[in-house]
């Protein structure tokens, strides 16, 4: 009996181990702080090379968060890794919040990417799902971002310190359904405005009686990532990586045309 119990026990650890999330919402404030605690946490684990440095941890108190510390290895990644979620079908948005953390020696970058494991092997397979931000200002910058599907099921967050003693760190992590803005395909209104995109994916091209008053443009993810009015018939897109964008164009009269375009 008391073996079939402990067999029992061990099945269902190892079922508990593997289980797979749908959504997340850490802030991190569950966690034990400091270097020398035991990872995985609540799910979360972590991949940094053996040595001195870079180290993972969760740091604060009562607002904790993750943090990243370069100590003697600049230029080192180290990965912050999410609990197994199921295989993003590319329906899903990923939300966090990033900083340099006050009192840090120099800044780093941060990248997004999908990996097959929580381990040394898996972040081999890093592939990107975001712009790699400069961590540069101890000021929080959230941003939302759209996880493409994958087999990939492991949300990796890949730290870079450019200096030693770099501190970076990444909070209120939400990945779940994503806010999709109300859009139509139709560009052409009553009041006759309509848009392309140029030959060579730098600007949109407008044609319209009356110049729009305003311009906002969003990823798929509901960021905003430009704003601004027409010049020359054109508004610049250069900037903007390749993707699906929504935008919203207020009319000379006042009115809301919503549609969206795609930047090859």
């Avoid at 990243?68 to 993003?88: D, K, R």
């Amino acid at each position: 009996m008391k073996l079939k119990l402990l067999l029992g026990t061990l099945m269902f650890t190892a079922f508990t181990a593997n289980a797979q999330v749908a959504t997340i919402n850490e802030n991190f404030d569950s966690f034990t702080t400091g270097t020398s605690a035991a990872w995985p946490q609540n799910g979360w684990s972590k991949v940094v090379p053996p040595g001195a440095g870079p180290f993972i941890y969760a740091d604060g108190t009562t607002d904790k968060h993750a943090q990243f510390y370069t100590l003697m290895s600049p230029n080192t990644a180290g990965y912050l890794i999410s609990p197994q979620i199921v295989a993003p079908d590319g329906t899903k948005s990923l939300k966090f919040t990033y900083a340099m953390t006050t009192g840090s020696a120099g800044g780093g970058t941060l990248e997004v990417g999908l990996i097959s494991a929580a381990t040394t092997a898996g972040t081999a397979t890093f592939t990107s799902i975001s712009p790699v931000y400069s961590l540069n200002s101890a000021t929080e910058q959230t941003v939302t971002i759209t996880v493409p599907a994958s087999a990939n099921q492991y949300i990796a967050f890949k730290f870079t310190g450019s200096v030693q003693h770099a501190a970076l760190q990444v909070d209120d992590v939400i990945y779940n359904a994503a806010s999709t803005l109300a859009v139509s395909d139709h560009v052409k209104t009553k009041e006759n405005v309509q848009f392309a995109v140029n030959s060579d994916n730098t600007a949109l091209q407008f044609v319209y009686k009356k110049e729009p008053k305003n311009i906002q443009i969003y990823s798929a993810g509901a960021q905003k990532v430009s704003e601004g009015k027409v010049k020359g018939q054109q508004f610049n897109i250069a900037a903007l990586q390749a993707g699906v964008y929504y935008i919203i164009i207020e009319t000379a009269e006042g009115s809301v045309i919503k549609s969206k375009f795609i930047k090859k």
